[in-house]
């Protein structure tokens, strides 16, 4: 199988970022750079470069583009030259990551990025820098205080009527689960799900900002709607599909994405007099949609930076390879 001769590993595929941008919390970013070598050569250093940068699109304007550098800090992983030998060599690393950087993003007007960039020097009768990089993403977990669901209360003619949103974090692809549970005879007309997103996008050299609002309607996963809960022959759970399309809810200064889920219900109902009526019901909370799903946010490992000076990224060095130049083996 060809491998590169230099490439960049990482231990988990996402960085995840407490709620609170807390300047004395630091999140952890480690991996592996390895070197497949044909033949023994001489590595006089190595070193990782994180780079993070932000960009809006203004497509009415001569400069289409706004961009900013977030971070750009160079991490030294080895300094003294040593001859490694033909093989697979592995140099670990471990960079702590401050809390107060800005999730990754991806829409069509605006992103933030980040990637790690490796560079080895190397020497044999003339000097060579092998060079490999590798995309980070960070996403920001809910707080861990907040609520994780949404219950809602409405009474139709003294009979309590309870719509409950079993989860306030969303994720694209997958599904989001209502339920509905009512004291009374009643018989759902209608049902309309809406996912409503607001992008905010900022562009301080130009003096200007762009809105935009989307409302997408969610369509039911038909194997699971309207499917009655167990013990309760007033409750129904409705499960529907969050689209790909939707772009995950972000806080950064230049680009702030926000959600909400709308329920709209219209219910068939008779007054004690047994005339037939119609209620309609429209609910809206704040929700928050993640670019990757979280099993469970609180367990979430937490550093703490304990120097008084917090720098944008921060290096735990890895121990100097061996004589025989490794490190360690997989």
């Given at each position: 199988?060809?491998?590169?001769?230099?490439?960049?590993?990482?231990?988990?595929?996402?960085?995840?970022?407490?709620?609170?941008?807390?300047?004395?919390?630091?999140?952890?970013?480690?991996?592996?750079?390895?070197?497949?070598?044909?033949?023994?050569?001489?590595?006089?250093?190595?070193?990782?470069?994180?780079?993070?940068?932000?960009?809006?699109?203004?497509?009415?304007?001569?400069?289409?583009?706004?961009?900013?550098?977030?971070?750009?800090?160079?991490?030294?992983?080895?300094?003294?030259?040593?001859?490694?030998?033909?093989?697979?060599?592995?140099?670990?690393?471990?960079?702590?990551?401050s809390n107060t950087l800005s999730e990754t993003i991806e829409c069509e007007l605006g992103r933030v990025h980040y990637k790690l960039q490796c560079q080895v020097h190397v020497k044999r009768w003339f000097n060579k820098i092998l060079k490999t990089q590798h995309p980070v993403i960070l996403v920001r977990a809910p707080n861990a205080d907040a609520p994780r669901s949404f219950m809602h209360t409405t009474f139709i003619q003294g009979s309590p009527f309870l719509t409950t949103i079993e989860t306030l974090h969303l994720t694209p692809g997958l599904s989001l689960a209502l339920s509905f549970s009512?004291?009374?005879?009643?018989?759902?007309?209608?049902?309309?799900?809406?996912?409503?997103?607001?992008?905010?996008?900022?562009?301080?050299?130009?003096?200007?900002?762009?809105?935009?609002?989307?409302?997408i309607t969610l369509a039911p996963n038909h194997n699971l709607a309207a499917e009655p809960c167990s013990g309760s022959e007033n409750t129904f759970r409705y499960s529907y599909k969050v689209?790909?399309?939707?772009?995950?809810?972000?806080?950064?200064?230049?680009?702030?994405?926000?959600?909400?889920?709308?329920?709209?219900?219209?219910?068939?109902?008779?007054?004690?007099?047994?005339?037939?009526?119609?209620?309609?019901?429209m609910i809206e909370t704040p929700v928050s949609v993640l670019l990757r799903s979280i099993d469970d946010y609180i367990t979430l490992p937490e550093y703490k930076q304990t120097s008084t000076s917090v720098l944008p990224v921060l290096s735990k060095r890895s121990p100097p390879p061996s004589y025989e130049g490794l490190l360690s083996s997989i």
């Open positions: 199988m060809f491998h590169k001769t230099v490439s960049i590993e990482l231990l988990e595929p996402v960085v995840y970022l407490r709620d609170a941008k807390d300047r004395r919390s630091v999140n952890l970013l480690h991996g592996h750079i390895k070197l497949y070598l044909r033949h023994p050569l001489t590595v006089q250093a190595i070193t990782l470069r994180f780079v993070g940068s932000s960009k809006t699109i203004w497509p009415e304007d001569d400069e289409q583009y706004d961009k900013h550098t977030l971070v750009d800090s160079v991490i030294p992983i080895y300094c003294a030259p040593t001859v490694l030998q033909k093989g697979k060599t592995v140099f670990p690393f471990e960079i702590l990551l009512f004291a009374r005879s009643a018989v759902i007309h209608s049902i309309v799900v809406k996912l409503i997103e607001r992008q905010k996008f900022r562009a301080p050299s130009k003096h200007t900002t762009r809105l935009l609002h989307h409302e689209p790909n399309l939707v772009h995950p809810s972000a806080m950064h200064p230049l680009i702030r994405i926000r959600h909400w889920v709308q329920v709209t219900l219209i219910l068939n109902l008779k007054d004690p007099h047994g005339q037939a009526f119609q209620e309609e019901l």
